[in-house]
């Protein structure tokens, strides 16, 4: 069981990552929970079209006794299971949040990849889950400004968070949201964020109208318009979390030993032992 916390400023894309990757890892063949950890402002659940459940992350914290499962629902077309919050006001006064560690704790050895989304900043509310958690990803949402500004947010922004997942022994990475800046800029702050910040990134995903279409329409982009060009990025960062997480498991399929067996034979003139081609 693996569990990678989303954190990052308000706006940036979290959610949107938080289902996406969900998407991502279960599309791969790996049994994903994501779990809404912005406890006061959720809406993961919109993104699987799921509205005003009953039975919810709130529950579960106001209940010790409710089963876990009880509050999950499952999402046929992607296979991810969902545990999401409650919109309800009256739900969202005295929570303990520190529970929701042992919620998340008791369902998450369920599955191979639990996602968890966390609210705005200072990840408050999701705090006693980065415990569980082994990964960090930060969603950084570049702003349109010159480039000395953007050095002096990403510090602002990035070292604080990055710092709070080396306290609890993360690995943690970053995704550049709805990137419009040329290349060159880009380029300039991944060397920033990598060098300075030493902080590699795992994606760059487009701005991309499609995104907030398909959060609309209540699905994933990666389910709504799989080969929009912010859905293409998001596969490329989730590959790379597949490699982080997973080494090379996802590649060693039959495909890809039979073209390391050709490669090999190219290279040495002969089959290699314990191939047959
Ligand atoms: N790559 C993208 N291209 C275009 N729009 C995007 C992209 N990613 C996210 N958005 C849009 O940005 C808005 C904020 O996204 P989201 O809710 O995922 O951010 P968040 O970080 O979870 O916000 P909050 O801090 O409020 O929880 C949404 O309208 C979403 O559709
Ligand atoms: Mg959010």
Redesign the pocket.
């Known amino acids: 069981m693996v569990s990678i916390v989303i954190t990052?400023r308000?706006?940036?894309?979290?959610?949107?990552?938080s289902a996406n990757l969900s998407t991502y890892f279960s599309r791969g063949g790996y049994r994903s929970l994501v779990v809404d950890g912005?406890l006061y402002?959720p809406?993961l659940a919109f993104h699987f079209g799921i509205y005003n459940p009953q039975y919810n992350i709130h529950t579960l914290l106001k209940n010790p006794n409710m089963r876990v499962v009880d509050a999950v629902y499952h999402d046929p077309k992607t296979k991810v299971d969902i545990l999401p919050g409650s919109s309800k006001l009256y739900d969202v006064i005295d929570l303990d949040q520190k529970r929701l560690r042992e919620i998340v704790r008791e369902i998450g050895t369920r599955y191979r990849v639990t996602i968890i989304?966390s609210?705005?900043g200072i990840p408050f509310d999701t705090i006693s889950t980065f415990r569980l958690a082994q990964y960090q990803l930060i969603?950084v949402e570049i702003e349109r400004c010159p480039i000395h500004s953007v050095h002096r947010m990403i510090e602002n922004e990035v070292v604080k968070l990055k710092s709070l997942g080396d306290a609890y022994g993360l690995k943690v990475g970053v995704i550049l949201?709805?990137v419009r800046e040329s290349s060159r800029s880009v380029d300039d702050i991944i060397d920033f964020l990598e060098y300075s910040v030493d902080v590699p990134v795992v994606g760059v995903?487009?701005?991309?109208?499609r995104?907030?279409e398909a959060?609309n329409y209540g699905r994933p982009v990666l389910d709504y318009a799989p080969h929009t060009k912010?859905s293409r990025a998001i596969a490329e960062s989730g590959d790379i979390l597949n490699g982080w997480i997973f080494g090379r498991e996802k590649k060693e399929g039959m495909l890809h030993r039979f073209y390391e067996a050709i490669i090999s034979f190219l290279h040495s003139g002969r089959v290699p032992a314990g191939k047959k081609l």
């Open positions: 990052g308000g706006g940036a894309g979290k959610t949107t990552l912005d402002l809406k989304d609210p705005v969603i949201n709805k995903i487009p701005f991309d109208h995104v907030p959060t912010a």
